[in-house]
């Protein structure tokens, strides 16, 4: 099963931007389908960006389309999600998925809060 860390959370004010990473244990890594959800307070779960390196197909939550950018550096086996105009309803813990043959394995969050 493949372990997870995210960082590059924090404090930013609105119109800001930041830059997640997460990177993965094990091996396999350009396998395995890659996502960035998050969930806010109260709410449940969502989908952020999802990115498959197999078939290089990116999809996004329509309340991120051309703000936020998913990549992939297989090599260093780390997922990079790129947030661009940030806003306070993009407050929220984020978590990085790792989607494999043999399961799905989540990472332990990272905190972004978006305010001035």
């Known amino acids: 099963q493949v372990q997870l860390a995210e960082s590059g959370g924090g404090l930013v004010q609105p119109g800001g931007s930041l830059r997640l990473s997460c990177v993965a244990s094990g091996s396999s890594f350009s396998s395995y389908v890659m996502s960035w959800y998050r969930q806010a307070p109260g709410k449940e779960r969502e989908l952020v960006a999802r990115?498959?390196?197999?078939?290089?197909?990116?999809h996004y939550a329509d309340s991120v389309k051309g703000r936020f950018t998913i990549s992939r550096d297989n090599a260093k086996k780390t997922v990079y999600l790129q947030m661009n105009n940030l806003k306070p309803d993009d407050t929220a813990m984020y978590y990085c998925?790792?989607?494999?043959?043999?399961?799905?394995?989540w990472g332990q969050g990272t905190q972004v809060t978006v305010s001035s």
């Open positions: 990115y498959s390196s197999a078939e290089d197909v990116t």
């Open positions: 998925n790792a989607l494999g043959l043999r399961g799905s394995s």
